[in-house]
């Protein structure tokens, strides 16, 4: 073989060769991406599994049971699919599921929007650096919820709320005036014997004690005994005049940070359900 033919054969090899290794890093790289995908709706995929795919199947299409729950409740908002999930459809097989708690009907709408091709990466609807000053600051929503890594206890941890909540959603939860209190979080005033009245939340309760914290931040631990009476304030700690207080700009900016703060957050923080 000639020099110059040597150097041509070379030149095949080592094309043949690169080529091998490209092929092999774009099927590593896509397996790895299809794994995270999985690995995205693994925890809404298993609630569904359990609980909705026996009547509309496995991919959701229907079944003998149960309607096509992909294209048919694609124009339902969040909102709708958890009272639907919630308290069931009076007059069709729908049952309620009041056992599943926030986090898991949140898991299961956001597998159901991923069957219906809507899941991936949120379209922010504002400016999330200014909604983090709203956040710590005009809307005093640090006051009571944590996010990432900063705020009070008083409230449910946001720091992966907006992981599946779509804006819509996020933006209705803090609107809304009339809210469902989520347990550990249910607003109460206590009136011990001595006649001290202590407002706050029962984080915990049972037939012996009551797990209190006030609004001031202090823990108290109650035994029934010495409680007069435990009241029903009537209305949840959290504002219901943020649609008033806030404008449309302040509101999407505030959706913004909540979000884009759960992008970065839910790899290292547990999910916990505002209500």
Known sequence: MSG??????????????????????????????????RAARIPGQRVFDSNCAGCHGLDGRGGDKGIDIVDKLADHTDAKLRGIIAKGIA????PAFPELNPQQVRNIIGYLRSLQGRSGAHDLPGDAVRGKTIFFGAAGCSNCHTLAGNGGFLGPDLSSYGTNASVTAIRDAITRRDRVEPAGYRSAVVTTAHGDRVEGVVRNEDNFSIQFLAKDGTFHFFQRADIQKVENPGHSLMPSDY??????TDLNDLVS???????????????????
């Not at 007059?91 to 729908?94: F, V």
């Not at 649609?243 to 449309?248: E, V």
């Not at 940070?257 to 209500?275: F, H, L, V």
């Open 257 to 275: 940070y909540i979000i884009k703060s759960a992008s970065s957050a839910s790899a290292t923080t547990p999910e916990n359900p505002w209500e």
């Open 243 to 248: 649609g008033d207080r806030l404008s449309a």
């Open 4 to 37: 110059e033919s040597k150097v041509s054969y070379r030149l095949v090899c080592l094309t043949a060769l690169l080529a091998v290794a490209l092929t092999g890093v774009y099927r590593s790289t896509a397996q790895d991406l299809d794994a995270q995908n």
């Open 91 to 94: 007059g069709t097989s729908m």
